[in-house]
Structures are given as C-alpha cells and as structure tokens.
C-alpha cells in the first residue's frame, strides 16, 4: 500500500465541489478526478453527432468509442475527447441544460462508473460528482457531501458568467432547481448522501475553509486508519 485513501465529494450544482476538490488533492499531492466532466463530454458529443437522449442504444454505442482524458493543467484541469480539447465547450449553456437527461441513461453509467473505479484502483483520488459515496467509491475512506443554499448556488454560478450571455440569477437559479431535481430523482445512482458520508453545509462558507476543513479531516481519518 501507498499509504493514500480515496476522497469522495458529492453535491448538488453550485456548492464547490469541483473547486474545493481540486484545491484538497493539490494540497494532499493526490490526483483530482471530475466525473461531471466526463458526463459532459459524452453530452457534447452526442449534441454534436445529433442523438438524443431517448437514442439510447446510439447513445450507448457512441458511448462505447469514445476515449475521455483528464489532465492535470495549472488553471485547473483539462479534458480531452478523442484527443480533442473540449475544457471550454463542455461548460456550455447548452450542455449544462442538458446533461442531466444523458445521465439518466443506465449504460452510459455503467460506462463511465467503471473507467473511473479504474482510476481510483491505486488511491490517492480525489474524486467529485453526484454518485461517488454511494456507487462508485462506496469503499472510500473519506466522504462529503457538499450542500449550499439554492441562493448561494445561483449566485455563485451567476458571479462566473460573462454578462454577454444574458441569464439573469432567477433564470440560474431556475436551471440549477431543475437539474438537481433530475438528479436526485432519477432511478440509477440518483444524488442522495451516503450514509456514511460528512454533510458539509458551504453555504457562509470561503473556499478556503471549506479546503481547510476536508484536508484536516481528511489527516483526522489517516491517523484514526493508521496510514
Ligand atoms: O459543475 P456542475 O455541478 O454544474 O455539474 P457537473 O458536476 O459538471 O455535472 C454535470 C451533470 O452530470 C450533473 O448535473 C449530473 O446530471 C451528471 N453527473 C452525474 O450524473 N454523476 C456524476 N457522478 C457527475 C455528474
Ligand atoms: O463543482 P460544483 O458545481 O459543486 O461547484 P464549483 O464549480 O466548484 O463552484 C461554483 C462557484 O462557486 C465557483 O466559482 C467557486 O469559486 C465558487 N465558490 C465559492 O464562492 N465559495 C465556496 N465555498 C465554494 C465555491
């Protein structure tokens, strides 16, 4: 053994998950994994090649030849689809509004929850998204779930946005309420904190505390496991 765990941190849109995660493996020297990345980059890709959520069998075919990287960058984490940088794309309005229906898709699931057990055979991942605690990692010697108030979630997506692109925070805090609800209420793998994970509520939280907060316990538990 290495020495190292697995961190598993889950939440709703909006409550810090991808930035606090990628800050705690930096500060552990571990590897950041975005699930929701790769959820995205098959959304893009079918939006391109024009299959529809309800195509599932295209969906999961697609699915099949597609290779998903994630790298490492200094300004966060890049991600490649069949050797295409996709970081910015993947962000889009357009995906985000959409993503959650290709979610559903008990295959595509399937999929991508086996690459990404994979990536965490030799621990020492820090790993985001809806499902890690409870399905993908459900063995990982750290878990959080990550919550902050709707409000605060708007408002921190609205602070990111370009003003160009028009969407008022009531609109924001429309798609966020809609795509959480898809999430948590979908069948397979649905957002929902495991039993055994930390709630965190981040909401009159900094960034940096939150990242104090998990890289301290994230000591508490090496110590308490005897690593
Ligand atoms: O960053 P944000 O919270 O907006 O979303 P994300 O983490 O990039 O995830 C985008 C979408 O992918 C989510 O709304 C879920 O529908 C889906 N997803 C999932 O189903 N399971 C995961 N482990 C990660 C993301
Ligand atoms: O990955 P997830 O959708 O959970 O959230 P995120 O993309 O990491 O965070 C959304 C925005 O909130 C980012 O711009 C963060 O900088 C910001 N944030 C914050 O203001 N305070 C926190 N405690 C956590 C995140």
């Known amino acids: 053994e290495n020495g190292k765990m697995n961190v598993a941190i889950d939440g709703p849109a909006g409550a810090g998950k991808s930035t606090v995660a990628r800050l705690v493996a930096e500060s552990l020297a571990y590897i950041y994994v975005d699930t929701g990345a790769m959820y995205r980059a098959v959304t893009l890709h079918m939006l391109r090649k024009g299959i529809s959520p309800e195509d599932v069998p295209e969906v ?14 200094p300004d966060g984490q890049k991600v490649f689809c069949n050797g295409e940088d996709v970081t910015s794309e993947i962000r889009s309005r357009e995906v985000t509004g959409i993503v959650s229906r290709y979610a559903q898709i008990e295959g595509l699931r399937t999929q991508l929850v086996d690459t990404q057990r994979q990536m965490a055979l030799r621990k020492g991942v820090v790993m985001d998204g809806r499902d890690i605690g409870t399905t993908v990692l459900p063995d990982a010697e750290v878990k959080i779930f990550m919550t902050a108030s709707v409000e605060e979630r708007a408002l921190r997506r609205f602070k990111e946005l370009d003003p160009s692109e028009g969407l008022t925070l009531q609109q924001l805090e ?7 609800k898809l999430d948590e209420s979908r069948e397979i793998s649905p957002l929902r904190c495991a039993e055994d994970a930390t709630v965190l509520d981040t909401t009159k939280m900094s960034i940096h505390e939150v990242v104090d907060k998990i890289v301290s316990y994230c000591t508490m538990v090496r110590g308490e496991i005897g690593l």
């Open 60 to 73: 999961l075919q697609e699915t099949q030849k597609l290779v998903i990287d994630l790298q490492p960058d």
């Open 174 to 180: 429309r798609d966020i309420a809609t795509r959480d």
